[in-house]
């Protein structure tokens, strides 16, 4: 099967200053890639570039099939839903006026209008205006938008800012219902332990140049961060702070009843045994490095500092 995004040495650049540097990637249907990288990295750029708004310096990128910036543009603008980070509508229309006319624009069907109004949570609030509408309410209508004619292919730029926590959940269970219908999904956040559980891949852009890409269990292979090993329970008399390869194994943490354990993936194994083998260990739990920990190692050196 076709990959739905699929970019080979894409570039951008604006006079001297290289946005997007030789950036290979696929993105296969159905799955949910989170990009992610400081501002200047190029996440911006590379959504432009899949929205067809820009065109490539150098080069190849063809979504859902074509160019997004020739002739495939219209057919693929029909298929694709995109929400952008600050969401603006036309202040004097309701929420379904505004709907009604993007799906107009669209050219899809206009009765889905109040079914993803009342999907988002806003049927209640359909026929208000839309100056009358708080930040996470407009989100929600932005979200609404871009679900529009059920499209193959969803670009998300920071889609939960202004969501409280369970509206915020609400969203990323939508997500996870257009994963399983096929929808592709390209999400851009900075909020990671939000995005930790819904996401397929991560791809980190730093200074405009790919720093690593892959699964949550790849990124931690590539990376070999430290785990958390903690325990519970009683052990009078044992001495947690040695027996241990300094190297491989750092205690944290340590009472009487508690112990935290920075372990490098090569000793966990043994670290386990220890534990498992020592009188009054009543409970272990292990904790690999987060996404937050993977985006923090991968692109530390590449903190520019601008603006994507």
């Excluded at 894409?10 to 006079?15: A, D, E, N, P």
């Excluded at 205006?129 to 930040?135: A, F, L």
């Excluded at 730093?206 to 990124?219: D, I, K, N, P, T």
């Excluded at 519970?232 to 008399?237: N, T």
């Amino acid at each position: 099967m076709k990959p739905v995004i699929e970019c080979h040495g894409l570039t951008k650049r604006h006079g001297k200053l290289t946005r997007l540097a030789d950036l290979d990637l696929q993105v296969r249907e159905g799955e949910v890639l989170a990009l992610l990288g400081h501002n200047g990295a190029g996440k911006t750029t590379t959504m432009k570039l899949i929205l067809g708004l820009i065109s490539p310096s150098a080069g190849s990128l063809s979504v859902l099939g074509g160019a997004p910036d020739g002739p495939h543009a219209e057919t693929l603008r029909r298929r694709l839903g995109y929400l952008p980070e600050n969401v603006s509508f036309y202040e004097q229309l309701s929420g379904r006026e505004v709907l009604d006319y993007f799906a107009r624009l669209k050219r899809v069907d206009r009765r889905q209008v109040d079914e993803l109004l009342e999907r988002v949570g806003l049927a209640e609030a359909a026929n208000r205006r839309v100056k009358t509408y708080s930040k996470g309410m407009r989100q929600r209508l932005g979200l609404a938008q871009a679900l529009l004619g059920d499209p193959q292919l969803l670009l998300l730029d920071e889609p939960t800012t202004g969501l409280d926590p369970s509206a915020t959940r609400d969203f990323y269970e939508t997500v996870g219902e257009l994963r399983e219908r096929g929808c592709t999904v390209l999400l851009s956040s900075h909020v990671l332990p939000g995005i930790e559980p819904y996401i397929d891949r991560a791809l980190i852009l730093g200074a405009g140049r790919r720093l690593a890409l892959g699964s949550l269990e790849e990124l931690r292979r590539e990376a070999a961060l430290p785990l958390t090993v903690r325990a519970r329970g009683s052990w009078p008399g044992t001495d947690w702070t040695q027996g241990w390869d300094a190297a491989q194994v750092a205690p944290r943490h340590l009472n009487g009843h508690a112990l935290e354990l920075g372990v490098h993936p090569t000793a966990k194994m043994a670290v386990l045994r220890r534990l498992t083998e020592t009188p009054g260990v009543e409970d272990i739990e292990l904790l690999p490095p987060t996404l937050e920990h993977l985006y923090a190692h991968f692109s530390a050196p590449h903190d520019t500092g601008g603006h994507s």
